[in-house]
């Protein structure tokens, strides 16, 4: 497996009712909704947020999160888009996949 996709910019992805954007610190607090839910984090390799106070710090866990997606996307290594819902400009959830060699090739769904 070659690791040469490497688009110019983030894809964005639209259906009716949905948007799958890159996500930004503005959706700290709906990243941090989202994390604190046991049934999501049980898929990723992060606790479960409990703290919004020390989420939303710009050291906190969601901020980090969202930095480390964009990190991994700009070295080529995967992408995971957010899904906000259009209706209110929410981020509900994420879904994406890896593409590194040394890393398992998967799509996930999360809330």
């Known amino acids: 497996m070659s690791n040469d ?14 948007l799958l954007r890159e996500t930004s ?12 839910d046991p049934r999501v984090t ?3 390799d992060l606790d479960t947020f409990t703290s919004i106070k020390e989420a939303m710090s710009t050291t906190g866990y969601a901020y980090a999160v ?15 888009w957010g899904i906000i819902r259009k209706q209110d400009n929410v981020l509900i959830g ?10 398992r090739s998967k799509l996930v ?3």
């Not at 991994?72 to 290594?77: L, N, P, Q, V």
């Open 109 to 111: 769904l999360h809330h």
């Open 25 to 36: 610190l503005q959706d700290a607090e709906a990243t941090f909704a989202v994390f604190s």
């Open 66 to 80: 969202i930095e480390r997606r964009a990190k991994r996307f700009e070295r080529g290594d995967g992408i995971r």
């Open 5 to 18: 996709f490497s688009p110019s910019s983030f894809p964005l992805l639209e259906t009716e009712r949905l």
């Open 94 to 103: 994420s879904c994406g996949f890896s593409w590194n060699p040394q890393v």
């Open 42 to 44: 049980q898929f990723h």
